[in-house]
């Protein structure tokens, strides 16, 4: 217990970077809809900079990069089809759960790509973020950014602790009768086991160093030094031109798995003439639809996961979504509200003014940041990407006595509001992570009738490094709190600290009073440049 709380901290190394504590509609949603929405500009997600451009490897960086030709792109699509691959639904095993990453040293997972994923996702993985959704996510982003359309996405994966004992992703030597029956065991039929390999053979390559019974050694050369062979001829492009490439008899004519020089390495070949034929032939007449068909059969291969586990809502892009927003208290003892509102327009920004306007009446017009950012997403059937502003407000609480929620208006939006609390909420600003200590300082209000303050306590969760796989597990930490010295009327301190382990991404630290999380704060939450 410290009953006490130093100030002196702030001397010390640089504090780590803090992210707030109200989350619409929750820590999980809102960070994994920033993934989804914010691509690029202004405070962009570093997730999609991983596949931007699309031909992009992130692993290696500058020349060796781009001699690869390896494709961070179809690394993230086909970690989650292995992922998936073995699942068996009757049993209700495997599917989307990060087993994949325990299961690498398997022949059926030959190839760089589940670590090359696994070591850029590794930093996202948070107590709210598991890697399974991670995994699920990668496909939606490489699909949705690199010509494909958006598939609708779900969150509420659940990491596997182990490998999955049952093995069974199809390899170019597998016969056609056994690949068949454990696309079956995944509950796809044959016609859905075509279509869905032909949207994954897309992008991306088949490589002679890892597939040296596919494609001849000769490819690899200074500057193809993984010797891939690409699918089609538009290799870093979610478009149909694998289907019609094979069909016609053109370009990669259906890539390496089809023309490889070893007639039993030619595992697609042999899928797709499984029926005549007949599905590629459908694919390639669907011209655009393709489209649409790889988003059904790819969103049924995400949502693919153990039974028990059960998937949240889809995540649709917040057209008024608050950020950072939290209860500080400045240098000076004031105790302060400050965010900012992002708003999403279908085109250009709007010059028409955006309110906030609390429960207790009081209102301010915001000012918005210079800076915008862009996001894929096309909303309103706009032909154009569509852009996001920045709007801060910083507001002392003597304004904002009473107030329970605030809301967000602005011309040709429909208003949105937003709960607050200002019970008990943990101080930012004296709250952090260092030299292995999180040390957290939480304020609880005395004067509430219905607020018991002692009541409080806090949790610290942590994810840390495991054996074996590298998606970390999320390790709990409760705090012991000690009332120290508050400079607020009618406001108690309560701090505590607890060292943990290394963590590989943000730490959380939840508040909560009974069984009511009260409030979060995720530290650290810099380390993946969310
Ligand atoms: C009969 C089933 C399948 C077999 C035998 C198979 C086999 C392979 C092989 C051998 C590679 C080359 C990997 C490398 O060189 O790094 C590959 C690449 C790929 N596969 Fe499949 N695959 C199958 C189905 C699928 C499905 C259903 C999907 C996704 C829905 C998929 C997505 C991908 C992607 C995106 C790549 C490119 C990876 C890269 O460029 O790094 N595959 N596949
Ligand atoms: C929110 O806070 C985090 C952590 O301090 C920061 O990295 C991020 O840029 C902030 N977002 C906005 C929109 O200001
Ligand atoms: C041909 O492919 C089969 C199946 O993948 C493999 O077992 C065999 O070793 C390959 N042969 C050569 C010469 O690469
Ligand atoms: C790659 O190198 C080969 C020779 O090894 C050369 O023929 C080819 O033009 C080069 N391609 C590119 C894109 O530089
Ligand atoms: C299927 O299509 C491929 C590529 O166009 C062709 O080579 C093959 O002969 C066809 N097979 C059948 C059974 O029609
Ligand atoms: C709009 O989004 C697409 C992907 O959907 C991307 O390729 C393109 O670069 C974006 N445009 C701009 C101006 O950022
Ligand atoms: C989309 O269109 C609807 C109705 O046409 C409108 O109410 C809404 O504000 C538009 N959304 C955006 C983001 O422009
Ligand atoms: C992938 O990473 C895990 C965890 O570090 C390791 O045990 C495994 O051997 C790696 N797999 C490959 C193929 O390098
Ligand atoms: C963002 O991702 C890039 C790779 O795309 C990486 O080089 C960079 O370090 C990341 N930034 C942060 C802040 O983690």
Redesign the pocket.
Known sequence: MRASYSFVVFLGAAPMPIAAMFYYPNVAVSTLEHILVDNWGAYASNFSSAITPCDNYVTEVGQPAINSRRTTSAQWLRVAFHDFANADVAAGTGGLDASIGFE??RAENSGTAF?DSFTFWKPFVSEFVPMADLLAIGTVMSVHLCGGKYIPYKPGRVDATTADPKTGVPEPGTSVEETLAQFEKTGFNQHDAIALTACGHTIGSVHAGGFPEVVEQSAITPNNTNGASNFDDTRAVFDPAVVHEYIDNMGARGGALVTSFNESSRSDLRLYESDGNKTMLELYAQGNEFQDTCVDLLSRMLNTVPSGVKLQPEIAPSLIKPINVTWDVTSDGQLTLSGKIRMLYAGEVSKDPVSITFSNSHTEIMAPEDNLGTSAFKLNDSQTNATTQYLPFSIPSAKLSGASSFAIAAKGFEIQSFPIQDKAFIIPSLTRFADGTVSITVAARTDRDDFDPSQIFVKVSTPVAQP???APKVVRTDVQLGKGESPLEDIDYWSGSVSIESPTGAVSVTLLSGEDVIDTLLLDAGVAGW
């Open positions: 690498t040293a670590n074996l796989t590298l």
